[in-house]
């Protein structure tokens, strides 16, 4: 009969030591919350870190309390740590279903099955923690009406709210523009129809001063509110601001528009409000596209250095990089960095996934890896067997600071005064000043890498400008001697014409004076004397024309009337 007793009291027993643990367990979280909660208002860093271990305690004891996975999101978005807030509430972002759809082949040999099942059903709205209340999918017009009709949809407003709120800065601040855009659309439209079915449930006489608040009283929660309201706002505007620009400038890369599509990008990169780090790396590589469309290499090299540095793993910037490298004929660094681009792929494979979180976009899909893995090996072997070859002395430094051959000494100076303005090492760091990084402790490898590239761009540059400057002065040299040589070559002809214009003139004289020598007659000698023993001094010169003239007057006296033959040569010297 005890035994039957003590057996029979031990169900009761057991169910008192589960709900004595229940209501303990219920206890603490409502306790670790609350303390979480005071140290949350400090607006202090430190204490936000403590509440959110605490939350994080909480919730390791309940963790489907909303109240602390609210808190912890807030924590989290506090400390700037947005990617563990995607991590958290990824299963609401919109376009991971449409990243999960077409890459199928990559999420079957993800690990993680259940982040995988996940993605197939995207909600908009959250499950309710009651299992009595119906759960409404994400898209479901028909199903949200009716809730609304009933009254039934209240909870879930407040539940989905602060996700999309949440969850929004943090895509935000990630660089997921569109999918920040929709989340924080829906999250204030969600906002504004809660605060609509209150006030409309409201009786005419109710009155509260919980829900309207003194104006002496610290905590306001409407105030609050109200600055949150202001912050998402202007975080929306700016975010239309971006989105626009981005699609003018992809229309007008697109369309061919290649200096209008870098106006554009101009005007995202460097504006004086900062954009995210994913956003500006997306914005970079793209006008490194515009750029090596226009022929403007060393901007083009600048601006994957610059998407390279804030995004290491980033494919496309890493294989225009190699393409400009292979342009202008710089084969160890378009080697380089395909060698680069194979080991990215390589991890690829060795992991079955693509880099990076379930969240991040990629533009490479998981079948396609083996594919342009074979191709790129064929690349590698190709540009090897050049280098063997010797082909890499013989950059194209003209195309790389963007002169044509055969260019003058101040359109190289114009142009090394420009590319060294726009990338000296000390100044190409500027642009980490306006990014918005992801993670504050990312700056010193950000700054790292791009520094060690933009030195190596610029020490590239000067070797062009060294090489095109030799050449230059090369061909000034030798425009000098050819400049020499033909003022020799003037005054040659110089001399030879003058010596011909003299043997002509002297030519013309002998005649006019031989006639004189045979008109000579019986009847006026004295005549003849006169006219001939006075011959001009031009012609006569020396003692060997003296003698000539004497010859020539005592023939004269003679009578001799015949012609003499007078060689010409003799009267120049």
């Known amino acids: 009969m005890v035994d039957q007793a003590t057996m029979a009291a031990s169900p009761s027993l057991a169910c ?5 643990r229940w209501l303990t367990n219920k206890k603490t979280v409502e306790r670790y919350v609350r303390e979480a909660k005071m140290l949350i208002a400090t607006q202090e860093q430190s204490e936000i870190t403590a509440a959110l271990r605490l939350l994080e305690a909480a919730l390791a004891l309940s963790p489907r309390m909303e109240v ?9 978005l506090y400390l700037r740590r947005f990617k563990e807030v995607a991590d958290m509430l990824q299963d609401y972002i919109p376009s991971l279903k449409m990243v999960a759809s077409d890459d199928e082949s990559s999420s079957r040999w993800s690990d993680n099955s259940s982040t995988q099942l996940s993605r197939e059903r995207v909600k908009l709205l959250s499950d309710s923690l009651g299992r009595d209340e119906p759960v409404f999918k994400c898209f479901s017009v028909s199903d949200l009406k009716k809730k609304v009709m009933a009254g039934l949809c209240k909870n879930g407003d407040k539940e989905g709210e602060w996700r999309y709120l949440v969850l929004g800065q943090a895509c935000c601040h990630l660089g997921l523009m569109e999918d920040a855009m929709v989340l924080l659309q829906t999250g204030k439209r969600l906002a504004t129809a809660a605060f609509r079915h209150e006030s409309i449930c409201w009786s005419e006489d109710s009155f509260s001063f919980n829900r309207f608040p003194l104006s002496g009283d610290k905590n306001q929660p409407q105030s609050l509110h109200k600055s949150e309201s202001e912050r998402i706002s202007q975080l929306l505007s700016h975010m239309k601001l971006l989105i626009r620009r981005n699609t003018a400038a992809m229309a007008a890369l697109d369309a061919g528009l290649y200096s209008e599509a870098i106006r554009h990008f101009s005007k995202i990169v460097d504006g004086r409000r900062g954009a995210p780090q994913g956003f500006l790396a997306d914005c970079y590589m793209h006008r490194a596209l515009a750029y090596q469309s226009t022929g403007r290499i060393a901007e083009a090299v600048a601006d994957c250095n610059r998407t ?19 342009t202008i004929r710089c084969l160890p660094d378009s080697l380089h960095d395909l060698e680069h681009l194979k080991l ?55 195309a790389l600071i963007g002169l044509r051959r055969g260019c003058s000494r101040s359109e190289l100076e114009r142009a090394h005064l420009l590319l060294n303005l726009r990338h000296k090492p000390d100044k190409s760091l500027s642009f980490i000043e306006r990014c918005e990084l992801t993670d504050e402790g990312d700056i010193d490898s950000v700054r790292d890498r791009a520094k060690i590239s933009a030195l190596l ?14 050449t230059i002065l090369d061909e000034q040299a030798c425009e000098k001697e050819r400049k020499k040589a033909a003022a020799a070559l003037q005054v040659a002809q110089a001399v030879m014409q003058s010596q011909h214009a003299l043997e002509q003139s002297s030519s013309a004289a002998v005649p006019k004076a031989t006639p004189n020598l045979h008109k000579c007659s019986s009847n006026n000698r004295v005549e003849n004397k006169a006219t001939i023993t006075t011959p001009p001094p031009s012609v006569f010169q020396g003692g060997f024309c003296r003698d000539l003239s004497i010859v020539g007057n005592l023939l004269s006296q003679t009578g001799i009337s015949r012609p003499i033959s007078v060689k010409y040569e003799a009267l120049s010297c």
């Not at 602390?68 to 989290?76: D, F, H, I, P």
């Not at 390279?308 to 292979?326: K, N, V, W, Y």
């Not at 390589?346 to 079948?367: F, H, T």
């Open 344 to 398: 990215l792929y390589n991890s690829m494979l060795r992991d079955r996934k693509l880099p990076g979180p379930a969240w991040k976009r990629q533009n490479v899909q998981y079948r396609e890896i083996p594919g342009k893995l074979c191709s790129l090996a064929a690349k590698i072997q190709q540009l090897k067997q050049r280098v063997a070859a010797g082909e890499t002395g013989n950059v194209d430094y003209y």
């Open 68 to 76: 602390a996975l609210e808190l912890k999101a807030r924590c989290l």
């Open 16 to 20: 008192g030591e589960k709900k004595h």
């Open 308 to 326: 390279l540095a804030l995004d290491p793993s980033r494919l496309e910037a890493l294989t225009i990089r190699a393409t400009l490298f292979e």
């Open 457 to 470: 761009l610029y020490r590239l540059i000067q070797r062009a400008y060294t090489s095109v400057m030799s």
